[in-house]
């Protein structure tokens, strides 16, 4: 009978090391591991993200002429806030084009703090027949100005139909806090 209680304390004894050599050196070499392991997953995520940048930014570069022209428009598409002469004469030939008489006059445009560029805004009256004023809408949409507009009336004028629209065209200055005073 004392060879079997030794028996038993000795395997007591040995539950009690494998537990407590489990709880300070397993277990802590375990969270050691998953920190690691969840680390390598991060730094590969952020070289992944590299990678992709560079590949995005070598192709920009090889399409380099491509994307030129595109670049050459957009620089065309902003007007001269001072003088925005060469949108007033693009509204002057187009609503002649289609035999609409015009009249354009400055327009306060509000602000607008998710804008990223400067604005000018005009005021246009259209005089003449229907069809030529919407001609006319659909070309300045399709003009090389970014043009937003803001309200379109449409209206009957001694028996002829008129189009007040409110523009606002967007310039080439960027929008800065040292700019809201300029507006």
Known sequence: MISNNKNYFILILWIIFLGVLTGVVIFPCLRDIEKESQQIVFQKKILNFFENRIKDFQNVQEGYYLYQPVAEKIGVSFIDREVPIEFIEFLEKEAGDFGLTIDISPFNV?????????SAGFQVFLK???SDCLKFLERLEKSPWLVDILQLRVGEVKKELSFILTLKVF????????NEDKK
């Open 110 to 118: 509000p602000f607008d703090e998710k804008d990223l560029w400067l």
């Open 171 to 178: 310039s080439d200055e960027p929008f800065l806090k040292e």
């Open 128 to 130: 003449g027949n229907f």
